[in-house]
Every structure is written in structure tokens, then in C-alpha cells.
């Protein structure tokens, strides 16, 4: 099993990177939320990964934390959601939000991201509340009020988020922001904007 890989970021085509390790280039999908927050080509990146062996393919997975790579192994062992719905729901919420929905039993939060319906939030519900504690203690969990007031605000700066996210990858000014202007829509966050704005382009 590969469980982390330090090297060189050669390719960031979100949801693909390919990371040189000493001349190996390795193949590997992230959630938006992970190949947003990576440096620019040529740079170091460390990755927290899970290598899923099929018969037809060897699929590395790769994130930014331990919580986010948790959460993932968590959602695949669920009825229903395989690894491109797990990557779905990390691109489509931030971690602590997507806990939160699950604590407040809030299935119409998790039908925000693209690719889960309302069955599947229901599944998601009732099959990940005992499953919590493999994310963290309590405190890690939960939103404290700050968390949540810093949250809010996040979600108010998500278009220029957004933008700045497209423009590190290589979109001119100017195509970045019709981009985002023309797929934002009031409450989504700026992972979600910035993957709509990516098959826009």
C-alpha cells in the first residue's frame, strides 16, 4: 500500500496530477479541495494517498491531509458510493462542512453537491453518523462558533476564491472571470464553482 508520496508536481489538471518521485511520474486523482491548495509546477508537494487495486487497474488517490484521506476511505465502504462519488463529495464541500450535515441530520445540505441525490444523502446520513469518530476526536469534528463565523465568511469570498484558484492554473484574467461569472449561482462553494467553471471553459 502507498500511503504518502513526496515529489515533484509536474501536471495539475484537477481532478489529475502527475508528481515526479525521483523519476517516477505518478498518476494521481485528487478532489478539487486538494489540487486547488497545491503549489505551482515544479514545486514540492507531500500527498497523503490510497492505492485502490482493481482487476483492471492500480488508482491512486491522493490529499492534502489525514482527515480528508479519511473521510474518503470512510465514504467508500458505503452502499453506492464508490471513489468518484467519494471524490465528488470532497470537491463539492469542505470536510467539516459535509460533518456537520451528517451531525444535524441535514440531507438538503448534501444534496448540494453534484452527484448526490436524496436517497444517497439519506444513506450517507444514517451510515456515516457512527462512523465520526474515525475522523477525529469531538473537537476535531465539530465547528466551534469561530470556525463557523470564518466559514460564513469563506463562502461570501467563494467567486474571488474561485478566480484566483483558475488563474494559478494557467487562465488568463480575463477568462477566468467570465468563467466564473457565467456558472456561479447564490450558495455554492467555491470548489463547486470552480469545477463548474472548468468544464465551462
Known amino acids: ?50 492505492l485502490a487495486v482493481r482487476e483492471d487497474a492500480h488508482v491512486l488517490y491522493g490529499f492534502n491531509t489525514e482527515q480528508e484521506r479519511t473521510l474518503f476511505r470512510t465514504l467508500i465502504k458505503i452502499s453506492g458510493v464508490g471513489p468518484k462519488l467519494a471524490l465528488a463529495i470532497l470537491s463539492g464541500m469542505e470536510t467539516m462542512r459535509f460533518i456537520q450535515c451528517i451531525q444535524d441530520q441535514d440531507p438538503g445540505g448534501l444534496v448540494k453537491i453534484p452527484g448526490v441525490g436524496k436517497k444517497t444523502a439519506e444513506r450517507l446520513i444514517v451510515e456515516m453518523k457512527d462512523k465520526l469518530s474515525a475522523l477525529g476526536s469531538a473537537g476535531a469534528a465539530l465547528m466551534t ?57
Not at 525521483?22 to 515544479?42: D, M, Q, R
Request: charged share 20%; no cysteine.
Open 145 to 201: 462558533p469561530l470556525e463557523a463565523q470564518v466559514a460564513r465568511v469563506e463562502r461570501h469570498d467563494a467567486l474571488a476564491d474561485a478566480e484566483s484558484a483558475l488563474l494559478a492554473l494557467g487562465y488568463k484574467p480575463a477568462q477566468a472571470t467570465k468563467a466564473v461569472e457565467k456558472v456561479a449561482v447564490e450558495g455554492m462553494t467555491s470548489e463547486a464553482i470552480i469545477r463548474a467553471a472548468l468544464k465551462a471553459i
Open 1 to 50: 500500500m502507498i500511503g504518502r508520496l513526496s515529489g515533484i508536481l509536474i501536471e495539475n489538471k484537477a481532478p489529475e496530477l502527475l508528481v515526479d518521485v525521483h523519476g517516477v511520474g505518478y498518476e494521481i486523482k485528487a478532489p478539487l479541495s486538494t489540487a486547488f491548495a497545491l503549489p505551482a509546477i515544479g514545486e514540492t508537494v507531500v500527498l497523503h494517498t490510497h
